[in-house]
């Protein structure tokens, strides 16, 4: 292991790693966003719409990213719409994300029980605010394992990024093997980056279900 080597080229993996970061925050909240406003749909059953979110989160869902990116990067200009990789990054983690966000939201409001909007309903809230005031909190706090499940598993899906010519973690990652043929030192530090980005995550994602669990258990 030439650690003289990984000491040279660690400025790259930060920098790559900050890529990665940045477009993770956006793709994430863009996902999350998307899966509110699926889950809305369902919740007040619009027909047409309603069809239209069906499709699209089988699509997404049974579609690898990789593809999704290709479509985008190399698919939407023979139609004279031209992408930059980072735009095609984050449109490709939205649009899958946003189906992964979209069932763990409904998966928390099927867990909500129909008295509580029955309840509602009764004292004269409107269908709209019974979804924002009663069933969106608990949907979120059930919601929560895999909502964090969710956001560790797309940061991961970052990592075929390189793909388009993006050059986050992977993509240093291949080029200093490509160039200087050192794997075992460009894996390390790649596996080192993700570990430094992923596990504090998760440490957080652990706490955060402790913290709910107690809240709704009160133990």
Not at 14 to 31: D, F, K, P, Q
Not at 110 to 124: A, N, R, T, Y
Not at 148 to 157: D, G, Q, S, T
Not at 159 to 177: E, N
């Amino acid at each position: 292991m030439d650690f003289e080597f990984i000491r040279a080229h660690v400025p790259m993996y930060i920098e790559a790693a900050g890529i990665t970061l940045r477009i993770s925050l956006v793709g994430i909240l863009l996902a999350t966003a998307i899966g509110l406003l699926c889950s809305l749909v369902k919740v007040f059953h619009i027909p047409v719409l309603r069809n239209i979110v069906n499709g699209y989160i089988e699509v997404s869902r049974n579609t690898p990213l990789l593809i999704q990116l290709f479509f985008l990067y190399f698919g939407l200009p023979k139609l004279g719409i031209v992408l930059s990789s980072e735009s095609c990054a984050i449109i490709g983690l939205s649009f899958l994300g946003g189906s992964y966000m979209a069932e763990a939201f409904r998966t928390g409001i099927d867990q909500v029980p129909p008295i509580q909007s029955e309840s509602g309903l009764s004292l004269g809230l409107t269908k709209w605010q019974v979804f924002l005031h009663i069933i969106l909190p608990q949907a979120i706090t059930t919601s929560v394992p895999v909502f964090c499940a969710n956001i560790i598993f797309l940061i991961k899906e970052t990592s075929v990024f390189s793909a388009v010519a993006l050059a986050d973690l992977m993509f240093v990652a291949k080029d200093l093997i490509g160039i200087y043929y050192k794997t075992d030192e460009a894996l390390f530090m790649l596996v080192i980056a993700y570990l430094i980005i992923l596990l504090p995550i998760s440490l957080l994602c652990t706490w955060i279900e402790r913290r709910v669990r107690y809240a709704e258990f009160g133990n």
